[in-house]
């Protein structure tokens, strides 16, 4: 009889915390960076989630198990970004969410928070490339191959989808790149799965519909507050073009530093980053 009221008590004790945890809970969005998935965000989603919020991973278009192919859509970013402003336009009117981006994630992020201010409380850019109305996107890119070449890496693989003789329409991390410069802090079993799932991440050529397409104002993006993680191991996009594009910015509310993590933190410090990730989520 008393195992049988423990048990009874035991159940309306976890519904209770239920109830607790989904009223309190928040809504995060995490979005992948170039030529990954929603499968990357696998240890950060369940700690989240564990945590008692609530977590999309979103696929951005030709990622992941997004059945669309590169060729589909290097003439447009907005075809690249659209599964995360349709999941927006998605939610009901009173929810807002809380997006984290990691690196070229942060380009969809700051579309997101010009096109919908109102629905995104926080944005968390986790060693991550920003739009603001300082920084365009060609400026920011033209500034990151800058420094790549001066860094002496390995360049990523041109893919060509029509043939050798037509323009690149995609770029591929190869293992070897990821091995030296992504995952280098990273476990093996990640950098075994990362192998088998990253796909050609699209070149866009119309450098005035890119601008057209990724322009946002202080008016509205920089309405939402802005909390950026900075990787200190990261020598994919390093610390110091981190924080040249933190100074570019506009107004941040935090800086965060993770030490001994390479580019791809959520498989080198995924305990540290959510911890950082619900921490700012906490606080603003």
């Known amino acids: 009889m008393f195992n049988r009221e423990r048990h009874v008590v035991l159940i309306l004790l976890f519904f209770i915390l239920s109830f607790f945890i989904g009223a309190n809970g928040k809504h995060f969005v995490l979005v992948h960076g170039a030529g990954h998935g929603a499968w990357c965000w696998y240890k950060v989603a369940t700690m989240l989630k564990s945590a008692g919020h609530n977590v999309t991973t979103i ?67 986790v060693t991550a490339f920003v739009i603001s ?80 397409e990724t322009r946002v104002t202080k008016l509205r993006n920089g309405r939402v507050p802005k909390v950026f993680i900075i990787s200190k191991g990261d020598i994919f996009i390093r610390e110091d073009l981190q924080l040249w594009i933190i100074e570019r910015t506009g107004p941040y509310v935090e800086v965060k530093v993770i030490k001994d993590s390479d580019h791809m933190v959520m498989f080198s410090k995924p305990k540290k980053l959510t911890s950082h990730i619900l921490r700012s989520a906490h606080k603003y």
Do not use: W
């Not at 060509?160 to 995609?170: A, E, I, Y």
């Open 59 to 125: 696929e951005l278009a030709a990622c992941g198990i997004s059945p669309i192919q590169v060729q589909e859509i290097h003439s447009s970013i907005s075809k690249y970004h659209e599964p995360l402003i349709s999941f927006i336009e998605s939610l009901p009117p009173k929810e807002k969410v809380i997006l984290v981006g990691h690196s070229f994630g942060g380009i969809p992020l700051s579309v997101a928070m010009e096109k919908f201010p109102k629905k995104i409380s926080l944005a968390v850019f």
């Open 133 to 212: 109305e300082n920084l365009n996107f060609t400026s920011l890119l033209q500034e990151n191959q800058r420094r790549l070449n001066s860094s002496q890496q390995d360049p990523p693989q041109l893919v060509f989808s029509d043939g050798p003789n037509s323009p690149p329409t995609g770029l591929l991390f190869g293992s070897k790149l990821l091995a030296s410069n992504l995952y280098q802090l990273s476990p093996n079993e990640d950098l075994t799965l990362g192998s088998s799932l990253v796909r050609p991440h699209p070149i866009f050529n119309d450098e005035k519909l890119i601008l057209k």
